[in-house]
């Protein structure tokens, strides 16, 4: 074995050890914990009302935030790639805000905003709860979630150049037609893998929602917000264990899908 080859197993050697310390020994002893009682008690913790209602209300946040990111996306995508303006790198920032600023703070920031005695609090004062509601839930995840589906569709943008737009802008097609015969099917590959991290982000996002959360079990509880409930306030630990193994599950089911969009992706 040559020095290169000894270099290469080394390095195997120790990325495997650091994923076994950092992310297969916890997940196996959470596993092993949630499942020790039996299959009986694990589904009796997580079809209790509050583990329903946490469930419902983080799918119920995940329906919103995803058809508006989406929409976002494409459109802003479309901006930065076949548009030349003012503020173009300013709104590159902007877009990328979310990967640099803590979850925390835009809690907090959203407060300020959207609370009582924030700029907008006059709508808190006239009944309608933007802050420990919904709303409030449904802003902090856009924002979180904001650049995934920009970022995967315009790298795809920039491969296919605009030639197929132009010929069919030639050809008398609309601006629509234009966009829905020959853009979207082309971008659609870079959109498909950039919701599928918008919904894992979505389903997993605790810093930023834990803020503007009541966190009552049942009114504004996700499934992030549940499980640190059960362990820290109810100090229930077993509760907490099998909340965050159906949390994993999904978010298992989200990793397959998005290797499989990404292999086909590749081979595309």
Partial sequence: MNVTQQTRVGLRTVALG????????????ILYRTFEPGLSEFFASISTPAAISALNLSLLIVAIVV??????????ALALVRGRFRGRGLLQAVVDLPFAVSPIVVGVALIMLWGAGGWFGALDRSGFTVIFGLPGMVIATIFVTLPFVVREVEPVLHEIGTDQEQAASTLGATGWQTFWRITLPAIRWGLTYGVVLTVARAL?????VIMVSSGFA????TLTLLVHARYID???TYGAYAAATLLMGIALVVLLLMTV????????
């Fill in 261 to 268: 969009l990404d292999r086909k992706r590749s081979n595309r």
């Fill in 67 to 76: 058809p508006l990111n989406v929409v976002f996306g494409v459109v802003t």
């Fill in 218 to 221: 049942g009114v504004s509880q």
């Fill in 18 to 29: 650091y994923l076994f310390v950092l992310l297969a020994l916890p997940i196996g002893v």
């Fill in 204 to 208: 997993g996002e605790f810093g930023a």
């Fill in 234 to 236: 109810d100090h229930n």
